[in-house]
């Protein structure tokens, strides 16, 4: 079935941008730099602010592998919260995770419902 998909999702995504869309490996690479993205927040900056970047990156980071979020510990104890059935604890742990997530950013919107 994956195989199928990404055919569809490739053939969607030429036919609106046209047979000269396909992105090389350096173009990719490039836009996977890590020295190109924003700095993490600093703590005095915002509390809030800091709080949301470090919960998102340990949950969805977006350039570490799948062996990093599992050994991450902040991850084992936020997935213990969003595991506890009891008082609500975990509807409201995914409530606050749905305010936090940008809504403009369609890859936390489809992880998030994933």
């Known amino acids: 079935a994956y195989p199928k998909v ?12 046209g047979s000269n869309a396909v992105l090389g490996k350096s ?19 915002g ?7 470090k919960m998102l990156y340990a949950i969805n980071p977006a350039d570490k592998s799948l062996w990093y979020v599992v050994t991450n510990p ?3 104890v936020i997935l213990l919260l969003s595991l ?10 995914w409530l606050i995770f749905a305010l936090m997530m940008s809504k403009t950013d369609e890859y936390q919107l489809v992880s998030y419902l994933g």
Do not use: Q
């Not at 509390?47 to 970047?53: D, E, G, I």
């Open 84 to 93: 506890l059935p009891l008082y609500g604890v975990s509807t409201v742990f």
């Open 6 to 17: 990404m055919a569809v999702f490739k053939e969607l995504y030429l036919s609106d941008k």
């Open 74 to 76: 902040l991850l084992s």
């Open 47 to 53: 509390p809030l602010t800091w709080l949301r970047c």
């Open 27 to 45: 173009e990719a690479k490039s836009l996977l730099d890590e020295t190109r993205w924003p700095n993490a927040p600093e703590l005095r900056a």
